[in-house]
């Protein structure tokens, strides 16, 4: 069955520091990898996300994330987290060409002054 | 641009009571459309998606059922709502092949 794996569901970060979450997934075939935010208070947003091409992705706010193909990860990076940047973070997949988008369980990220 | 509207944004039902959410989409034609559950822990599990009126198709074997009547239309509902129900109901919506989810502001719903 395709599934989407964060294994770190809570992280504590001082500003400044480095971030990286994991995400793995389990599927066959095409892959489309996306990274989706939940600010507290906020809706849903996305971040960035991965079709084909430059497996690096850069997206908002200074994110990226790196498509391993033969590691079947997605990890999310920044380089130096700020305060603001404290929310929800998803890892979702969807099979290319299919319908259907599969969530991570999400990780917390606190970020402390 | 689209749009998706969610409502209500809050929402305290008995149990056994029925439900009925409504999400409407604006600024697109012809989406396919999502409901997905949000519970803290689990992440956002798909209920249902649709990829066009009268199409459902259903990801969980639950007391729920969606219906699509019209196109920019998605209503989630239930004839009894049971205490498991509980949680964050969020529509999403996508245009095209290669475009993400753009998610509603969701429905808060406590089943007591």
């Known amino acids: 069955a395709q599934s989407v794996s964060q294994h770190n569901h809570h992280v504590i970060l001082s500003e400044a520091a480095s971030l990286e979450l994991g995400c793995n997934y389990s599927?066959?075939?095409?892959?489309?990898l996306f990274w989706y935010v939940q600010y507290p208070g906020q809706h849903l947003q996305l971040l960035l996300k991965y079709f084909s091409g430059d497996p690096l992705v850069k997206g908002i706010k200074g994110f990226e994330a790196e498509f391993i193909k033969s590691k079947f990860s997605f990890n999310l990076r920044k380089p130096s987290v700020q305060w603001s940047d404290t929310a929800e973070y998803f890892c979702?997949?969807?099979?290319?060409?299919?319908?259907?988008?599969?969530f991570g369980t999400g990780t917390q990220l606190k970020v402390e002054l | 641009s689209q749009t998706i509207h969610q409502w209500p944004a809050t929402l305290v039902q008995p149990v056994g009571s029925p439900l009925s959410l409504e999400c409407t989409v604006e600024g697109t034609s012809n989406p396919n459309l999502y409901w997905y559950r949000q519970a803290a822990g689990r992440g956002l599990q798909l209920l249902f998606y649709s990829v066009g009126i009268g199409q459902i198709s259903s990801e969980v074997p639950q007391n729920l059922s969606a219906s699509r009547p019209q196109d920019r239309q998605f209503i989630l509902s239930s004839k009894k709502l049971l205490l498991s129900d509980s949680g964050f109901y969020l529509c999403a919506l996508r245009q095209g092949e290669n475009s993400p989810l753009h998610f509603g502001n969701g429905t808060r719903l406590t089943v007591t």
């Open positions: 979702a997949a969807k099979g290319g060409g299919g319908n259907k988008l599969t």
């Open positions: 599927y066959g075939g095409t892959v489309n």
